[in-house]
């Protein structure tokens, strides 16, 4: 507690224990009989004035009785100017008694105090615990405290990581030792130091959802240098690595509040941070399997082949990137024409005055398995197409309801997997019917495309445009529907492998090399692009606009 109270400049009161009635009646007798003096006494007490700083230093100058004070190290410090019953003021006269309580430290920084006692250092110093940090372990004597900005202060950034090491001795000769350690001979504002990453007076512990170096707020640390233009050009660093990173898979489940996917430490580890050249590095590629088992237990050296910060349409796998690439004008080369083709329509529609076709040809109408189906495949596109999304934008406000959730990480997981296991479940069903039903068979059939589809897709194009007028008169199914069908079902095949690649990881980084995940993150990511805006663009304008067909 004496170490406390150098904080907080607060003496243990004293409680009287019980006493016998007899004992009591005599106190509370010699109290009233004393009480017309306590008044007489109060003013006298405050009349007297704190002894001068000359009277202070009558004992206190060096080679004097009492404790030491170099009165010229006091004038050259933060406190000069400042009385010594400022920082002493129990002191009233001298001589004073020999043990005095500690000086607050808080009486002039309150912020500073409240904010180091209240968690980190603080509490473990309010428990008694020795070994706990108090206001000169860092900042030096206070007689001779000198600013920060001083070279031979113990809180400059040249010394501080020296000053933090008395206590953490093994993290400190780490940093000094990894790619963040202080040039010799040179003084960089650029480099790290403890208190960059950890705080200054409010040091929190790795483990407070509120600290600046809890799991989920690294990469944010991290990115204070490292999105940096300037210092990413100073020093010659990857411009594009907080981007890559917060768009890959553990970015995006950090920013969703996951502690178990992988932060910047969990690769790089945190203090002795080395380049990736250096043999030692845990991101050397000799060490990145390791590295990687450290969460991925099957990972083996095949891991080398591809890159984690790396996004598809900026992959270091060329692979990777021209698939990603060629998705992206297939999307745009598709969504263009459904759309082109849709406002055709409509405004022939319009022209006509026909909003909803009568039907022209013979109707099936739907079995109760068949609406069954489904209505369970647009709720289940539906909420993966929603929990598939949220993941790429998790501070949007359309994800807010995920993040109502205690864990939104696990949470957007596990209903993603919940609808896409129903999917493929209605998948599964629709196969097993065409399989084994005469209905299914016949279906099929008249679903496979055909030269007519492609005639007919001309004579609609010939009329929307008004150079024909006759529509052309359709099958069983049109080129409308079966186009739906049939990259319904080339979708839903996709989406299921790399699905299993992404989720079994394990497995595919024991088997398959890095890139293999790197392709089916980009390719499940496309295709679920492609089927939902095919599903607003094109599906939805024909269930409105020709119902008929949909019976």
């Known amino acids: 507690m004496t170490r406390a109270g150098i904080l907080l400049g607060v003496v243990r009161p004293f409680r009287p224990g019980t006493k016998p009635a007899f004992s009591r009646a005599v106190f509370w007798l010699v109290c009233a009989l004393l009480a017309t003096a306590v008044p007489a006494w109060s003013r006298g007490e405050a009349a007297t004035e704190p002894p001068a700083d ?22 050259a410090s933060e406190h000069t100017g400042l009385s010594c019953t400022a920082c002493h003021s ?21 912020g500073e105090v409240r904010d180091y006692l209240s968690l980190g250092h603080g509490p473990l110093l309010a428990e008694g615990r020795t070994e706990a940090e108090t206001c000169g372990d860092c900042h030096g004597e206070p007689h001779s405290m000198i600013p920060q900005s ?4 113990p809180i400059n950034r040249g ?7 008395q206590c953490h001795g093994d993290e400190a000769e780490d940093l000094l030792t990894g790619a963040h350690a202080p040039v010799p001979g040179a003084e960089s504002l650029d480099l790290p130091v403890c208190t960059d990453c950890h705080g200054i007076h409010l040091i929190l512990r790795v483990k407070d959802h509120t600290s600046p170096v809890f799991h989920t707020a690294v990469a944010r640390q991290c990115a204070g240098c490292h999105a940096d233009k300037d210092i990413v050009s100073r020093y010659g660093l990857r411009a594009d690595v907080v981007n890559t990173y917060d768009e890959s898979f553990h970015g995006l489940a950090v920013q969703y509040g996951s502690t178990r996917a992988a932060n910047c430490v969990s690769c790089h580890e945190d203090h002795r941070i080395l380049p990736p050249e250096d043999p030692k590095s ?21 891991v ?55 039907a022209t040809r013979k109707v099936y109408g739907w079995r109760v398995s068949q609406k069954i189906q489904y209505a369970l495949l647009v709720a289940s596109f539906a909420v993966l197409a929603y929990t598939g999304f949220a993941l790429n934008r998790p501070h949007s406000w359309w994800t807010a309801p995920i993040r109502w959730f205690d864990s939104p990480s696990d949470a957007r997981a596990l209903i993603h997997r919940i609808a896409a296991a129903v999917l ?31 005639k007919d897709l001309l ?4 009329y929307n445009l008004g150079l024909s007028k006759q529509r052309p008169a359709f099958g069983r199914y049109n080129y409308v529907e079966k186009s739906e069908y049939w990259t319904l079902a080339w979708g839903a095949v996709v989406m299921t492998v790399t699905g299993f690649l992404l989720l079994a990881d394990n497995l595919t980084l024991r088997f398959l090399p890095l890139w293999v995940s790197e392709l089916a993150t980009g390719v499940h990511f496309f295709e679920a692009v492609l089927a939902g805006l095919a599903a607003i663009v094109w599906h939805a304008y024909w269930t409105v606009f020709d119902s008929h067909g949909h019976k």
């Open 159 to 165: 010394h501080l990581i020296g000053t933090c090491g």
């Open 54 to 75: 000359e009277v202070c230093l009558m004992c206190h100058l060096r080679g004097r009785v009492g404790p030491a004070v170099d009165a010229e190290a006091l004038k």
């Open 282 to 302: 845990p991101v050397n590629k000799a060490n990145l399997a390791a590295t990687c088992r450290k969460c991925h237990p099957g990972a083996d050296s095949s």
């Open 90 to 110: 129990t002191v009233r006269k001298v001589p004073h008694p020999e043990e005095l309580p500690p000086s607050a430290c808080g009486s002039c920084h309150a």
């Open 304 to 358: 080398a082949s591809g890159s984690v910060h790396s996004s598809p349409p900026r992959s270091t796998t060329p692979a990777v990137r021209y698939v990603a690439v060629a998705y992206m004008i297939l999307i745009a080369f598709t969504i263009l024409a459904m759309f082109a083709y849709d406002v055709l329509d409509f405004l022939r529609r319009a022209l006509s005055r026909v909003w909803n076709r009568k």
């Open 424 to 454: 493929i479940a209605v998948c599964v069903s629709h196969i097993l019917e065409v399989l084994l039903t005469k209905r299914g068979r016949e279906q099929a059939r008249a679903l496979r495309p055909r030269l007519k589809d492609f």
């Open 459 to 462: 004579a609609q194009l010939k």
């Open 150 to 153: 001083n070279p031979d202060s």
